[in-house]
Structure formats: structure tokens, C-alpha cells
């Protein structure tokens, strides 16, 4: 897996990462996961497959939930947009009985997913970047459920943590900062930090 083209940090992490795996039930039981931040499509996918790959080796034992961030908005913008938005419609008698039943699915699978994302042993989150104020809500939403029951979360980001504190704020003013400041305050007391 560490190939030759890698950078010593990234043959850091990895070692890292490594050990942390190598003693992941009192982790978990700790509830201790990591922040890793600045990771590009490249740098993300290397540490994401070694993560994926060393997981393998802990099922059925431990349960995971390993979501990119393009499922985890889709999942926030369908549970706090969409269903929201139309939840008339799915008690509506006069409504399309097709439309009314993909929207019951639509509410399944997102429940299904939100209940993974939270009670899971591990979550995983590949390409943190939030662009909307669902998707920063959501995100505070369940890492203060998994904080709440000290449960172990992953969150690699593209960013830098001063241009994620950035974002946070320029997308909800008057929420962003502080759902920030709480989910990097609740991650910095139980999780290892990478740049």
C-alpha cells in the first residue's frame, strides 16, 4: 500500500493510522477517531482504501459506515429539504399514489442511513465540504449524536481546518460559526488530528 510517490506525511498518517488500527477495540471503546485535513482526491483515496482495507480484516465485529460527501449532502438535502418540504404529501389522499410511494422510500432509505451514519462503531466521511446550511446542520446533527455516545468518527476533509471555519460561517452566519466551533471542539477532545 505505501508506494514509493508518497509524501512523508502521508507515510506518517498511514503508520499512524496503522497503529490506530492496530488497536481498534479500545479506540472504538474510547471513542477516539481522527481528523484529517487537507486531503486532496488523490490523498483522500489512499487513505480511504487503507482505512476500507483495514476494516475488512475487523467484520462482522465492528460495524462501519464509510459515506462520501456527495451521499451524506444528498442524504441531508432529501431529509431536511425534501421530505420536509413535501411531507404533506405523503398524507395527502389526493396526491399521486406513485409519487407518494417513492417519496415513503426516499424516507426509508434516508432513515436508514441517518440511523447508520449515527450508531454505527466507526463512521467514515470522505470529502467533508459542506455548501449549504442543511448540509452543515446535518452534519452537527449526527456527529453530537456519535459525540453524545462516544461513538468514533472519521472526517477527511479538502480543506484546512481555518478554511473549513470559514466556509462553516460563510454558508450559515448566524449558525455556521458556532456548529463549527462545537464540532471542532467535541472532534479535538476525542479525535487524532492530520494536516
Keep these: 500500500m505505501i508506494g514509493e510517490n508518497i509524501s512523508v506525511q502521508d507515510r506518517d498518517l498511514l503508520g499512524r493510522l496503522s497503529a490506530y488500527f492496530d488497536h481498534i477495540d479500545a479506540r472504538l471503546h474510547e471513542g477516539q477517531g481522527w481528523l484529517i485535513f487537507n486531503a486532496d482526491r488523490g490523498r483522500a483515496r489512499r487513505i480511504v482504501q487503507f482505512i476500507g482495507d483495514r476494516l475488512r480484516e475487523y467484520r462482522p465485529l465492528v460495524s462501519s459506515y464509510l459515506v462520501p460527501w456527495r451521499d451524506f449532502a444528498l442524504n441531508a438535502y432529501m431529509l431536511k429539504v425534501e421530505l420536509i418540504g413535501n411531507g404533506a404529501l405523503a398524507t395527502d389522499e389526493s396526491a399521486d399514489p406513485r409519487q407518494q410511494h417513492e417519496y415513503a422510500i426516499a424516507g426509508r432509505v434516508s432513515q436508514d442511513m441517518y440511523y447508520q451514519m449515527c450508531y454505527c462503531d466507526l463512521f467514515v466521511l470522505n470529502g467533508l465540504d459542506p455548501s449549504y446550511?442543511?448540509?452543515?446542520?446535518?452534519?452537527?446533527?449526527?456527529?453530537?449524536?456519535?459525540?453524545?455516545?462516544?461513538?468514533?468518527?472519521?472526517?477527511?476533509?479538502?480543506?484546512?481546518?481555518?478554511?473549513?471555519?470559514?466556509?462553516?460561517?460563510?454558508?450559515?452566519?448566524?449558525?455556521?460559526?458556532?456548529?463549527?466551533?462545537?464540532?471542532?471542539?467535541?472532534l479535538y477532545d476525542t479525535s487524532l488530528i492530520a494536516l
Excluded: C
Design 133 to 186: 446550511r442543511h448540509e452543515v446542520g446535518y452534519l452537527d446533527q449526527i456527529l453530537g449524536e456519535r459525540h453524545l455516545n462516544r461513538r468514533a468518527s472519521i472526517l477527511i476533509s479538502p480543506r484546512m481546518p481555518h478554511e473549513l471555519a470559514t466556509g462553516f460561517e460563510a454558508i450559515a452566519p448566524q449558525y455556521g460559526s458556532e456548529a463549527w466551533k462545537r464540532l471542532f471542539r467535541q
